[in-house]
């Protein structure tokens, strides 16, 4: 697939290092000569530099003959007037378009037409970003939480602690412990590689456990792995961007949540828009504010500004003054790694939460859902199954016979509105959702190929 990146930030950087990895033909467009130079030493890519929106820099990244054009620089101007240049000009066949300001997304189902601007998918990784972190507020001691077959399913990734009754146990007590529950763990990582789970596979202190389960049943599965974590009462934010803004209007209702702003005209528009927050002018990285504030009593501590050294130093000062968990927004993927897991419980990558959705539009075959996970080392798909016996490799067959690729797991299958946690004889039927978890998303071309129908089919 002919595929045009406009932006090399760190978005673009980290989809096309996503994209060239699976024989794809990528080219980034950029006006930063560095950053593109960057890009290409490390990458087997195309680099164009000029205006994002120009036609004539389009033209020469190859848009006459592009299958799409994904527009993520800084500015939603630029990614709109490229959207609309693209297909004016070129009939790019499909435009996915990164929007950061709020009033744009909130007006899209009238903005992005054919006839007004012919934008195909618009991804806004404010919004992504905000519902991610909800997800983890709503399910106290979970480490990352990811919704399939429109939130029937969940695949939740939890680290195992001393006191879970699952601990020290072979997986194939799971049926003794939970008679009534049905659940499949996906994967286990313990010091950060992956083990494919066997019915022998014992769970050990510290591993982080991905499982998979109905929705109704994911806390009681959690509890199995971890003491049961209470609910989350008190939350407190620091930093009104739009993600704040966002998480504070989603959470306010069932949250006491306090927002720290620093810049006083910004506290005046949050107050407008924002109903039961206690907004406070306030800085969040001074310690006699945050004590101020009650931050020792806070079940939740975010750091949610646009600066990343700012989130981590304040979560940082907010864990030692008392704050039950702290989570926070980190920009750059190399502090990912570095701070998660001490006194900062979850660092958040907008990024690989954007990149998840960019993919679920990219990927061959009928897929629905994709999240990037362990900050992109593996994936989870949601595919639809099409076909029959004798069209596709995967419709007919139980689950034991289909030839996966190394590293892949089936956790569940969608029949209509039937969650089937994925056992040896359970037989795949068209137009099942099947959600996969991929520990090796180098096998990402394999399972695609594998759900791809015969021509028999059509």
Do not use: W
Not at 57 to 80: H, P, R, W, Y
Not at 245 to 250: D, G, I, K, M, W
């Amino acid at each position: 697939m002919k595929i045009i990146i406009l932006g090399a930030n760190k978005v673009g950087a980290s989809l096309a290092e996503n994209l060239a990895k699976e024989a794809n033909d990528i080219t980034v467009v950029d006006q930063n000569e560095d950053l593109l130079r960057e890009l290409k030493d490390r990458l087997d890519i195309g680099t164009t530099m000029g205006q994002p929106s120009f036609p004539d820099v389009l033209a020469n990244a190859g848009a006459k003959d592009a299958d799409m054009l994904i527009a993520v620089t800084d500015s939603d101007e630029t990614n709109l007037v490229a959207c609309q240049v693209a297909f004016s000009l070129f009939r790019t066949p499909k435009k996915i378009c990164r929007l950061r300001a709020n009033s744009y997304v909130n007006y899209s189902p009238k903005l992005f037409t054919p006839e007004a601007i012919p934008i195909d998918v618009v991804i806004s990784p404010e919004e992504i970003a905000s519902h991610y972190i909800k997800s983890l507020l709503d399910l106290p001691g979970a480490l990352q939480v990811m919704d399939f077959a429109e939130g029937r399913v969940q695949l939740v990734a939890v680290q195992a602690e001393h006191g879970g009754p699952l601990i020290n146990q072979e997986l194939r007590t799971l049926r003794e412990h939970m008679p009534n529950v049905d659940t499949r763990v996906a994967a286990i990582f313990r010091q950060n590689r992956p083990i494919i789970p066997q019915g022998n596979t014992v769970i050990e202190r510290d591993d982080e456990v991905f499982f998979i389960a109905a929705r109704e049943n994911i806390r009681t599965v959690m509890s199995e792995m971890r003491k049961v974590d209470k609910p989350y009462k008190r939350i407190i934010i620091a930093g009104g961007g739009n993600i704040g803004e966002r998480l504070a209007a989603s959470i306010e209702k069932q949250y006491r949540t306090k927002l720290l702003e620093i810049d006083a005209k910004r506290c005046m528009v949050l107050a407008e828009s924002l109903q039961s927050t206690t907004i406070l002018h306030a800085d969040a990285s001074q310690s006699d504010v945050l004590l101020e504030e009650g931050v020792d009593s806070a079940d939740v501590y975010l750091a949610l500004t646009n600066n990343d050294e700012a989130n981590i130093m304040s979560s940082l000062l907010a864990k030692r003054l008392g704050a039950g968990k702290v989570m926070t927004l980190i920009a750059n993927p190399a502090y990912v790694d570095l701070v998660q897991g001490g006194e900062i419980d979850i660092a958040i990558s907008p990024q690989q939460a954007t990149i998840g959705s960019l993919l679920t539009h990219i990927r061959r075959g009928d897929i629905v859902n994709v999240h990037s996970l362990r900050r992109g080392a593996a994936e989870a798909i949601e595919v639809i199954a099409h076909g029959d016996k004798s069209t596709s490799r995967v419709v007919g067959n139980p689950i034991e016979k289909i030839d996966l690729p190394e590293g892949a797991t089936i956790g569940a299958i969608v029949r209509d509105d039937k969650v089937l946690i994925a056992h040896d004889d359970i037989v795949i039927q068209t137009d099942d959702h099947v959600i996969l978890f991929l520990v090796d998303k180098s096998k990402i071309q394999e399972v695609e190929a594998l759900f791809q129908v015969g021509f028999a089919f059509f």
